[in-house]
């Protein structure tokens, strides 16, 4: 079974709805983070959290909330969805790997969006 | 403003060429520089670097890290068709990465 889990995979949606994107992980990790990937512009991350009491904007937060309702779950909500969050959207976790891996992230396999 | 920036962004080879990716940084509170190959699907760890002028190998891939210079590189020796994929590099400071553009390279038989 996977350690991260993303649901949905795909999702299509209309102008105006709300979505919300789902993560879950089985790692045990306290951090969890959701970034979006778009062609050209690598990984930008959306918010983040260090544990379940934390919440943080990262560099693109506008437009998105989230809600960290365990360790293990991520929430990630479009309150009113646009054309241009129409995107990958990554979900990750990390817990310090040791000397040699540091805070590695571990990434789910995606949720592919599209706004209409 | 963390920023993390690759070059070249693309880059097409043929089998058995050797490839040299570029990474530049200016991060506050830098603890780490990654490196990730992303195929069709999430990225895969492949290096983290912390320490400057110790090279980190894995098969025929290679990378250091300049932390005075503010780079890193990553090469890959005898190309095959199966590394065409989204490098990317990303820079940890603060418990989370910042990521650059990523370079696709593309490896033709």
């Known amino acids: 079974d996977a350690d991260v889990t993303q649901t949905p995979r795909n999702r299509i949606t209309k102008t105006g709805k709300r979505i919300m994107l789902e993560c879950s992980q089985t790692?045990?990790?306290?951090?969890m983070y959701w970034y979006r990937q778009d062609p050209g512009l690598g990984l930008r991350l959306i918010y983040y959290?260090?544990?379940?009491?934390?919440?943080n904007k990262g560099e693109i937060s506008d437009g998105y909330s989230v809600s960290r309702q365990a360790q293990a779950k991520f929430s990630l909500s479009l309150e009113s969805a646009i054309p241009n969050q129409t995107a990958l959207y990554f979900c990750?976790?990390?817990?310090?790997?040791?000397?040699?891996?540091?805070?590695?992230?571990?990434f789910g396999p995606g949720t592919r969006l599209t706004v209409t | 403003e963390d920023k993390v920036v690759q070059s070249p962004l693309s880059l097409v080879v043929h089998e058995g060429d050797t490839v040299t990716l570029n990474c530049s940084y200016e991060?506050?509170?830098?603890?780490?520089l990654l490196w990730y190959k992303q195929e069709k699907k999430a990225p895969t760890f492949l290096f983290m670097l912390t320490s400057s002028g110790i090279e980190k190998k894995s098969g025929r891939l290679s990378s250091i890290l300049d932390k005075k210079e503010l780079f890193s590189i990553l090469n890959i020796t005898a190309t095959q068709t199966g590394d065409s994929a989204i490098y990317l590099c990303a820079v940890e400071g603060g418990g989370k990465l910042t990521f650059g553009q990523g370079t696709i390279l593309t490896v033709h038989p």
């Open positions: 959290s260090f544990d379940v009491k934390d919440i």
């Open positions: 991060v506050t509170n830098f603890r780490s």
């Open positions: 790692k045990g990790h306290d951090r």
């Open positions: 990750a976790t990390s817990d310090f790997g040791g000397s040699s891996n540091g805070y590695e992230q571990y």
